[in-house]
């Protein structure tokens, strides 16, 4: 084997594990999301009882899901982008 070959197998496996530390990353992120949002409806519960959980859940409109807070970086920016 050549260098050349050996640099395109190490880039191609460098990737792939970029691309499952990302993916495991914004899993995380999910599960983080959850439970704070799990955390603080015990909590309210907790100080308000349920009825009044209740009732400020039902006044609410309808939450419309958001993709993830997290800002990610312009891939052109980088080096050897064309």
Do not use: C
Request: aromatic share 6%.
């Amino acid at each position: 084997m050549t260098p050349e070959k050996l640099a395109e197998n190490e880039l191609r496996d460098t990737r792939l594990a970029l691309y499952q530390a990302e993916r495991q990353l914004l899993e995380a992120e999910m599960r983080v999301d959850y439970y704070r949002n799990v955390l603080s409806f015990l909590e309210a519960i907790s100080a308000d009882g349920v009825e009044k959980v209740a009732d400020t859940q039902r006044q609410k409109p309808s939450v419309q899901l958001q993709g993830p807070q997290r800002v990610t970086p312009d891939i052109s920016s980088y080096r050897g982008a064309a």
